[in-house]
Nanobody, 122 residues
Framework: EVQLVESGGGLVQAGGSLRLSCAASGFSFDDYAIGWFRQAPGEVREGVLCFSSSHGSTYYVDSVKGRFAISSDAAKNTVYLQMNSLKPEDTAVYYC???????????????WGQGTAVTVSS
């Protein structure tokens, strides 16, 4: 069974950092594009950034450039989203996904995690 499980969300003050984890089971991240998406209260889901071996990292939200980054641990089959200098507007439920290719809407993503909530207080 293919499964993605996120963790690491929580409440943090503005300017703080969080590292979200996305652990995969049933498949290896090595063969897939990995995306992080978020959905703020009352908003539609948006792509944040995505990594593929063919194109590297693609940022979909300009405001996270220089603050967010994807990394991975192959031995743990886990992908991370390091989030620094967090702002209140980063408050959302964050989802990881895996699929054939990256795009803003996640239409090529086949597997999705359940989401982890991030709240940034001002």
């Amino acid at each position: 069974e293919v499964q993605l499980v996120e963790s690491g969300g929580g409440l943090v003050q503005a300017g703080g950092s969080l590292r979200l984890s996305c652990a995969a089971s049933g498949f290896s991240f090595d063969d897939y594009a990995i995306g992080w998406f978020r959905q703020a209260p009352g908003e539609v889901r948006e792509g944040v950034l995505c990594f593929s071996s063919s194109h590297g990292s693609t940022y979909y939200v300009d405001s996270v450039k220089g603050r967010f980054a994807i990394s991975s641990d192959a031995a743990k089959n886990t992908v991370y989203l390091q989030m620094n200098s967090l702002k209140p507007e980063d408050t959302a439920v964050y989802y990881c996904a895996a699929g054939a290719a990256c795009d803003y809407g996640g239409r090529y993503m086949d597997s999705w995690g359940q989401g982890t909530a991030v709240t940034v207080s001002s």
